[in-house]
């Protein structure tokens, strides 16, 4: 009890630094992953003295740690970006782990003499992407076409596949014919029953007014983590399950979206500081010497050979540019899931597992830094960069429980074709109405003749029934201003097109006035 202040102040001081460095690392280009390390490397062994071997513990906060990480990629991922790029997604994380397992395996059993086991295991460890790398760098970058959403949807969704490679190649028990049916019933059972989750927990949250806004991002986060026990306790892959529930939950009408998204973000970023900082203290820098060299032959053999060819072979049937391969072969980026997954055979004894956490811990600081700080070079030099970032308002809801009806917020966006719209022009269906304006700090009540413009806060009421399809028009506003129907940009399933027609009273293709 007496240290308890103690651990408390350097922890939040640990967490001030980290969040700092986060800005610091954007100015000068560096992954702001391996200031955690660094500072995880500082208070270790080598540096304030904390003695840190627990790798049982190590590894299960690293699990821990990537269902939050995975939880704030899947709600804040867009459907709208990833649906164009969902079978290059899905092959990148199947079809590609499985190529670049073998190729690094064969390779490194030829090249390091290593048990043709362990070589394959060291496949594994090192073919999975990191999310939350992905999602901190990808999005920022501008990139034109699917690549982002691609990126996105392989980091979220191979941590799966490669955990249950690594835990059957950890295991001491003999391969059988039948592990890779296995994986499959597991993929596929956690995959359903994410989905299945995320749609019970949508609906439960539709419905629910909870006494206190602060409430709704944790019944959603909630739901997130209840689908990755879910999935363990019935054999299938937990990981799957959170990442799937989180995209079905941040894609559907949730009251307070927004607010669950920024608490995600916020717990995500939490759980990335936590994560690198432990295993930067869990490493000791006195064998990272010996680890040097096999870990650099295994990060050319991955970079230059392995990650192509997956990338490839992934490619078979999408009609990728070469450009856009050749992208997706430098953006395979490595962080802490790694690392987490050396973790699996040294908890297991196997022999040789030592020497791979400490390789896996050279090379991910290796190709961070390598291909974290070239990622924008290398979109440029491919002429993938500079395409214009697309956003969509963020349309927030609150329940107004005793009148059956929901609060919509939302801010118009730089660039948004509502700029310059009447208020008659918006046409919201019946049910709905903008009923207050905050432009420059000042709130006023709009008339048909009020004009919208960039920056305004507007405030939408509407009934239930009718939430959706003012959440469509005012996106298809947005995208494409007064003339959406006209343009053809009226969104939504057939059946709430058909509702929205017959709320304005116009038919499909109709010029609005």
């Not at 879910?230 to 937990?238: K, P, R, T, V």
């Not at 392995?306 to 992934?314: D, H």
């Amino acid at each position: 009890m007496d240290d308890l202040p103690l651990l408390l102040g350097v922890g939040a001081g640990v967490v001030l630094v980290s969040v700092l460095a986060v800005r610091l690392s954007t100015r000068v280009g560096l992954p702001s992953l391996l200031i955690y390390l660094a500072i995880g490397v500082a208070l270790g062994e080598s540096g304030l003295g904390i003695r840190f071997d627990d790798a049982g513990l190590t590894q299960a906060l690293g699990v821990a740690a990537l269902v939050l990480i995975l939880a704030d990629g899947g709600l804040s991922t867009r459907w709208t970006t990833v649906r164009p790029a969902l079978g290059l997604g899905v092959a990148l994380s199947t079809i590609a782990v499985a190529v670049s397992i073998g190729v690094t395996g064969l390779a490194l059993w030829a090249l390091l003499g290593l048990d043709l086991r362990i070589a394959f295991l060291w496949g594994a460890v090192l073919s999975s992407t990191d999310a939350a790398a992905v999602f901190s760098v990808l999005r920022n970058l501008g990139l034109k076409g699917r690549l982002v959403g691609a990126l996105e949807l392989e980091s979220g969704l191979n941590d799966a596949p490669v955990f249950l490679a690594v835990v059957l190649l950890s295991s001491t028990a003999a391969l059988s014919w039948t592990d890779p049916l296995l994986v499959v019933y597991e993929l596929a059972a956690g995959g359903l029953l994410g989905g299945a989750l995320g749609r019970l927990g949508a609906l439960g949250l539709r419905r629910a007014a909870l006494p206190a806004t602060g409430l709704y991002p944790l019944a959603t986060l909630s739901v997130c983590i209840l689908a990755f026990a879910s999935a363990q306790l019935l054999h299938a892959s937990g990981l799957l399950a959170t990442y799937v529930a989180a995209l079905v939950l941040g894609n559907s009408t949730l009251p307070h979206r927004e607010g669950s998204r920024s608490f995600a973000e916020g717990l995500g970023w939490l759980a990335q500081i936590g994560l690198f900082v432990l295993l930067g203290l869990f490493v000791s820098p006195d064998r990272l010497g010996a680890a040097l060299v096999p870990a650099l032959i295994a990060g050319a053999v991955l970079v230059f050979a392995a990650r192509p060819l997956s990338v490839v072979a992934a490619s078979a049937f999408a009609r990728v540019p070469w450009r856009e391969q050749a992208f997706l072969s430098w953006a395979g980026l490595r962080g802490a899931v790694p690392i987490v997954l050396a973790l699996i055979p040294l908890t297991e004894g196997l022999p040789g597992a030592q020497a791979l956490v400490d390789a896996v811990f050279v090379l991910v600081v290796v190709l961070v830094l390598v291909q974290g700080t070239t990622l924008p070079l290398v979109a440029r030099a491919l002429g993938l960069a500079g395409g214009s970032k697309v956003e969509e308002i963020e349309v927030d809801a609150a329940p107004l429980d005793t009148l059956r009806a929901d609060l919509l917020q939302m801010t118009v966006p730089e660039g948004s074709k509502m700029h310059g719209v009447y208020v008659r022009e918006l046409r919201l269906p019946e049910g709905s109405g903008l009923s207050l304006v905050v432009r420059d700090g000042a709130s006023f009540t709009p008339q048909d003749a009020s004009r919208i413009q960039e920056g305004d806060q507007l405030l939408v009421v509407t009934t239930e029934t009718a939430r959706a399809a003012a959440e469509e028009r005012l996106r298809s506003v947005d995208r494409s201003g007064r003339l959406a129907r006209w343009r053809g940009d009226t969104g939504g399933s057939p059946s709430l097109r058909r509702r929205r027609d017959a709320d304005d009273g116009t038919a499909p293709g109709t010029m609005e006035r």
